[in-house]
């Protein structure tokens, strides 16, 4: 499909005063066809019906939002709708755990295609974001305490993304929104960038209203490099295909492209921005870094005179469809204007698979599977440290099984089993530096990212021995029973810090309890930790750090203040100098 050459009369073209309210029509066309009788207004029985109406749309417009971009049902987007009296500036809440994404979204349908939300719309939304990753659910409706263990589960995961979106029929933001957002967004992001914006402004609307609406498939020409074929039991083209050539498709077509993906384009997020690098510092070895893309196509016939020999061949496909490898072929997109140089030096794995001779239901399932696939995760290299192998040998003279491996046996940590995850933990908490508990607070994975230098071999090393680490795991276990079985009858910020604040609370309890107590392979560590003064000693810590943290860092949202560096460093000095005054142990 060649490039599209926009004549300059539309270029110049004035859209939003000559075409936006039009398109309101269409929108709203839609929603009614979509959610017209299904999304609950009885809260509005008594108002005006065009009152009735702009709640309708706006609750609607909010719904489809999370049904284009979470690609859930209708019936789903509409049980996310929590809009009402009380919902804090926050109309719909989705938590995809599938993809640990959680969407909060605040909707407004303006009738003229033009506008913003007002600003006190727009920082009342603020305001409900924080509250509601602050766990103060006491501020919010029915409709969304419906959603309180979802985002508790949300933001208790490490590796949660954060999506916060404003879909409104408008064309963008003032200077005052932009500052508003950027606010929100800098104190969503203080410790780690787990929070995305998006602004679902008309354009965006209108765009995906036509992806929704549009039965006209994706025809394109595509050349492999190196390719191959699977005849049985379904035919199958592989090979490469220029980044170049990828990026040109997602420019002319956009997210059509990803109608049948379970995600579209996310926009930049982390991985995107590290295929961003790739592209830019190491196109070369692009391939090898990245895990390619797969094309499903209404038919593929091979193009004559173009596909005479498996070094280079040329295919037309119908109906394209992009069902794994969005993120991929997004972020080559976006790279096009920046990067078309580097660009042509990428290329990327493609398999292309024609459904013509497939089973009805092949389609779907080609895309769940294309999305559920193991992948190789930064702990699994642990397995090849040979301290790990050590530490197992020497834990199992003693009855006990150390599991460093990943399998599909499901483990129960007790008396005689010990996990990775735990092992790496407490070594991390037990610690003079709070630093390493901090890690593990914001990214469990960047304590296994390189086994041959710091930090993994400031935990795991040929000095650490099996008795430690399980004593380390001890004191680990018996702190985390305590925080869970305590935190039950706490509420808000105070109950936050039992959840977001047990690595911080457990690098505290391992700088004030006896060392002998774990280095000592012979010490009374079991006594001591079922001692009522060893409860005492913990309940102290947590009241310190609750007391501290309020004192200090009030506003600070406590879900990134214990995974904050520097406030952790500050507070952890400032509360061992108080331990030091006051607290007792035996």
Request: aromatic content about 10%; proline content about 3%; charged content about 25%.
């Amino acid at each position: 499909m060649s490039d599209i050459n926009i004549p300059n009369k539309i270029k110049n073209f004035n859209w939003f005063t000559k075409m936006a309210k039009p398109q309101v029509t269409q929108t709203k066309v839609l929603l009614d066809k979509l959610y017209n009788g299904k999304i609950d207004m009885s809260d509005y029985s008594k108002k005006s019906e065009e009152e009735r109406k702009n709640a309708f749309y706006s609750r609607a417009l909010a719904a489809f939002y999370l049904y284009i971009k979470a690609h859930i049902t209708v019936e789903q987007s509409i049980k996310s709708i929590t809009d009402g009296f009380d919902d804090n500036g926050i109309d719909a809440i989705y938590y995809d755990e599938s993809q640990s994404t959680l969407y909060l979204v605040q909707s407004k349908l303006l009738n003229e295609g033009k506008g913003e939300p007002e600003t006190g719309e727009m920082m009342k939304f603020q305001r409900g974001v924080m509250d509601l990753i602050d766990e103060k659910f006491d501020h919010f409706n029915e409709k969304t305490l419906k959603h309180e263990e979802s985002i508790k589960d949300a933001t208790q995961d490490r590796n949660t993304k954060l999506i916060i979106a404003i879909a409104y029929t408008g064309k963008g933001f003032s200077v005052h929104n932009t500052r508003i957002r950027d606010e929100l967004m800098a104190s969503l992001n203080d410790t780690t960038d787990w929070a995305f914006f998006d602004d679902f402004n008309m354009r965006a609307i209108y765009s995906c209203l036509l992806a929704a609406t549009s039965s006209n498939p994706i025809d394109y020409d595509i050349n492999l490099i190196n390719w191959g074929f699977i005849e049985e039991p379904f035919k199958t083209y592989y090979g490469q295909v220029s980044a170049y050539e990828l990026a040109k498709m997602y420019r002319n077509e956009g997210k059509k492209l990803f109608n049948e993906n379970i995600r579209s384009f996310i926009g930049l997020s982390t991985i995107n921005t590290d295929i961003l690098k790739t592209i830019q510092h190491e196109p070369e070895n692009f391939i090898y870094f990245n895990n390619g893309v797969t094309m499903i196509c209404s038919e593929i016939v091979p193009i004559p005179g173009k596909s005479i020999n498996k070094i280079t061949g040329g295919f037309h496909c119908k109906g394209v469809q992009i069902v794994n490898g969005a993120q991929t072929v997004g972020s080559l997109g976006t790279a096009l204007n920046d990067y078309a140089e580097q660009l042509n030096k990428c290329t990327v794995f493609l398999r292309l698979i024609p459904l013509q001779d497939t089973p009805e239901d092949f389609g779907n399932r080609l895309t769940k599977a294309s999305n559920n696939q193991n992948k190789i995760e930064k702990k699994d290299f642990v397995s090849l440290d040979p301290v790990q192998n050590t530490l197992r040998t020497e834990l199992a003279l003693v009855g006990i099984t150390y599991h460093f491996k990943r399998t599909d046996e499901i483990i129960t940590p007790d008396a005689n089993n010990c996990t990775l995850e735990e092992a790496t933990v407490s070594l991390a908490c037990n610690n003079a530096s709070v630093y390493n508990a901090v890690t593990a607070k914001r990214e469990i994975g960047k304590l296994w990212e390189d086994i041959n230098s710091e930090p993994y071999t400031l935990l795991f090393n040929e000095s650490l021995k099996g008795s430690v680490m399980w004593n380390s795991i001890k004191v680990y276990r018996e702190v985390s029973k305590y925080l869970n079985a305590t935190k039950i009858s706490k509420i808000q910020r105070e109950k936050s810090t039992y959840t977001y604040g047990n690595y911080f609370i457990l690098n505290i309890m391992f700088n004030i309890i006896p060392k002998d107590k774990i280095m000592n392979p012979n010490s009374d560590l079991d006594i001591y930790l079922n001692s009522e003064s060893f409860k005492t000693l913990l309940q102290k810590v947590i009241d310190n750090a609750y007391n501290l943290s309020t004192l200090y860092y009030q506003t600070s949202l406590i879900h990134q203040l214990y995974r904050n560096f520097t406030k952790c460093i500050d507070l952890q000095s400032k509360l061992l100098v108080l331990a030091a005054k006051n607290f007792q142990h035996d």
